[in-house]
């Protein structure tokens, strides 16, 4: 069954990246000039979903008037013939049927997925974690190859990746059987395991494509880790009754949620901009000479 639905998690507190984040949602902090969140709803249009539901919470109405028409800004843009920046803007609000709800508290990731229950109904449905960017080829988006592996497998999958040591601690982590280049049979998964539980060094990194079910399960599972309502507690679940499958999939992760990866994103995609890569290149060149 193809996979026309996603839900976009974005009502986290962000915490990794206070001060800003007390006003700006790390979803909307800026990756050269376009907010982080634009760049995931960009990656699930071209696996060819067509409605995507935001999870968002309290101060974070920016997510809305972004995908929002801007009636004066357009007007002004088209008055002084920046027709250029009007095509862009009008774009942003073409993208997708976007929706969204509002989680009333902060109480983990699996909840906030429970949060689109009535909104996926018993469909299969991607999710697209709100703070990590994947830039992959246009033509391989990362969600889309998970979605090609449910196609496949008929099976919930995970988007994963080798991690630290030291990172997999602060993540999930799981137990895997190779089945075809880099498609995994999942077997078991713990969300910030103790040294003692690690599984291996893949962890869920940022994708997911799940069966409804997950929602029964959810509303049954207990808080985990953090006292938070755990979606890694919830695939669990079904790891070990149908089964899921992983993807490592190709492309790299930049995770918005942490100082160092905003910094990574925006220097890898501003050496990449056509506007302003090369003017950035020769900048970066000088200020490596100096450090
Ligand atoms: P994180 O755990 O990275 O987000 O969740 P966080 O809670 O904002 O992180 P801290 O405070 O820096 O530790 C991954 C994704 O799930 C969303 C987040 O917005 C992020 O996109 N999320 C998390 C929710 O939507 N609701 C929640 O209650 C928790």
Redesign the pocket.
């Known amino acids: 069954m193809k996979v026309t639905k996603a839900v ?10 206070l001060p800003a ?1 007390k006003s700006v ?3 909307m902090l800026p990756i050269v000039d376009r907010p982080a969140i634009h760049y995931i709803v960009e990656e699930a249009v071209r696996a060819g979903i067509t409605d995507i539901l935001i ?1 968002t ?1 309290r101060g974070k109405s920016s997510v809305e008037d972004y995908f929002d028409r801007a009636p004066e800004l357009e007007e002004r843009l088209l008055a002084s013939g920046k027709e250029e920046l009007y095509r862009q803007i009008t774009e942003v609000t073409q993208m997708a049927n976007i929706q969204y709800v509002r ?1 009333q ?5 699996g ?2 997925v429970l949060c689109a229950k009535s909104f996926v109904g018993s469909d299969p449905f991607a999710v697209l ?4 960017v994947i830039i992959s080829p246009p033509d391989q988006p990362a969600i889309g190859q998970l979605c090609a592996a449910y196609d496949r497998y008929g099976l919930g999958v995970v988007g994963i990746k080798e991690v630290t040591p030291q990172q997999i601690l602060r993540y999930s982590s799981l137990a895997v059987e190779p089945l075809e280049d880099r498609i995994f049979r999942v077997t078991d998964m713990v969300e910030k395991p103790t040294p003692d539980k690690v599984l291996s060094l893949y962890s869920i990194l940022g994708r997911c494509v799940l069966p409804a079910e997950v929602f029964s399960i959810l509303e049954n599972t207990p808080p985990g880790a953090g006292g ?1 309502l755990q979606l890694t507690d919830a695939m669990r679940t079904i790891t070990h009754t149908r089964g899921m499958t992983g993807v490592d999939y190709v492309g790299k992760r930049y ?1 918005m ?2 100082k160092l990866g905003v910094l990574e994103a925006i220097v890898e995609v501003g050496l990449a901009h056509p506007e302003i890569g090369e003017g950035f290149r020769d900048y970066l060149r000088g200020l490596c000479g100096t450090l």
């Open positions: 976009i998690p974005a009502a986290g507190l962000g915490t990794r990246v984040t949602p790390k979803e999870i919470s989680q508290e902060a109480k983990g990731l909840h906030a974690y709100g703070d990590d938070e995770d949620g942490n």
